[in-house]
């Protein structure tokens, strides 16, 4: 009895030895599996909460000259249009957080502001020089500028950078989840796959002004064939754009970044072809109907 007492020991230590290895093991991988989980719900959670910033224009307002009183309503409902512009702006800009790539923000939303500031400052001038002085250089205070999203884009990337290593540790304990990882990433191919289709982006088209015009008067010919040409340069830039725009942006990417800023480019290039024509002649109407453009593949 005596001498069998100590191996029975001997074993209980063993025993209990080895469970408690087993149990410091396991409270090793769930604590490392919960710091994981916890930094990357930190980079999520600091993503979805960093501050897009604000789009910033120049005043118009105050670099008008004096207004003639036959023209004041039509200044200010374009004036009060500018305003409705950034406030639209703006509003996509934090919808959009996230979408696109490095150029989104230029490409889909500060150039179609650009362009749609430009036709609405081109009528101010024009409204205004029916019975005064036209205003000139007014369009460069068309362009915009994004403030106050340098911060938030540094942390948005510094974040991205923890998770991509989260990403390699969990890969590097877990061989089956690297594998699962690597599926995803083949999921991720196949939407690069899709963008690969889309390299026949097609072309842009647009309805044909020329045939739609009355008789020009001799005094407006030159203008107005000054903005046809300007018309089809227009599309011709469009449909470069499209091609060196390959697999940016979303599904609306086109309509938001192309289609839409060319028609506000038309809407006001029309405008001025029919004001032309009307100087002298009367003053077709309904035009704006052909500003509109298609993607045809």
Known sequence: MSRALPKYNKRRVVVIGAAAALALTGAVVVNSALAGESK????TNAQTLAS??????????SQLPAIPATAQAEVDRNLALLQTQIAEAN?????????????????????PLKDKRVSTIDR??????????????????AGCALNGAANAGGAANGNAGNNA?????????????????????????GNAGNAGNAGAVGTITCPDVA?????????????????????????????TRLQNTVGQGGANFVQNAILGP?????VSTIDRIAISIGRKGTKPQGLDALAACTLNK
């Open 211 to 239: 045939s739609q015009l009355p008789a020009i008067p001799a005094t407006a010919q030159a203008e107005v064939d000054r903005n046809l040409a300007l018309l089809q340069t227009q599309i011709s830039e469009a449909n």
């Open 262 to 266: 060319l028609k506000d480019k038309r």
């Open 52 to 61: 897009p910033g604000t789009i910033a224009c120049p005043d118009v307002a």
């Open 124 to 141: 101010i001038a024009i409204s205004i020089g029916r019975k005064g002085t036209k205003p000139q250089g007014l369009d460069a205070l």
């Open 91 to 111: 509003k996509r800009l934090v919808d959009t957080v996230g979408q696109g790539g490095a150029n989104f923000v230029q490409n889909a939303i500060l150039g």
């Open 165 to 189: 290593n989260n990403g390699n540790n969990n890969a590097g304990n877990a061989g089956n989840a690297g594998n699962a990882g690597n599926a995803n990433n083949n999921g991720n191919n």
């Open 40 to 43: 990357s719900s930190g980079a």
